[in-house]
């Protein structure tokens, strides 16, 4: 069993940046991506970034290309989503997701995850 704990979340102000990140422990070996998704309150899960896991192949979401960035570290078994000149529509709790099966496109949907961590808010104030 996989488990993912984010951490990083907070309140910041508009254009302000914050950094997430997500340690995944327990039976990790078959990881094929790992992702963040949002939800802000009355508002469907969405996707906002993902990174495979063999390689580095990056997937963001048109709202937050050029200002977020994700990236992992295989040793620590972690990936981080720094999210810059962040605005007050990016307000949502943030999940951690990670999938256990090969796709050859994109992981931009919640059904390719199968694990997900307990999500943390992130607040941005204008």
Avoid at 103 to 121: E, I, S
Wanted: proline share 2%.
């Amino acid at each position: 069993q996989v488990q993912l704990v984010e951490s990083g979340g907070g309140l910041v102000q508009a254009g302000g940046s914050l950094r997430l990140s997500c340690a995944a422990s327990g039976r990790t070996f078959s990881r094929y991506a790992m992702g963040w998704f949002r939800q802000a309150p009355g508002k469907e899960r969405e996707f906002v970034a993902a990174i495979r896991w063999s390689g580095s192949t990056t997937y963001y979401a048109d709202s937050v290309k050029g200002r977020f960035t994700i990236s992992k570290d295989n040793a620590a078994n972690t990936v981080s989503l720094q999210m810059n000149s962040l605005k007050p529509e990016d307000t949502a709790v943030y999940y951690c997701a990670s999938s256990h099966t090969y796709y050859g496109g994109t992981y931009d949907r919640r059904q390719q995850y199968d694990r997900w961590g307990q999500g943390t808010q992130v607040t941005v104030s204008s």
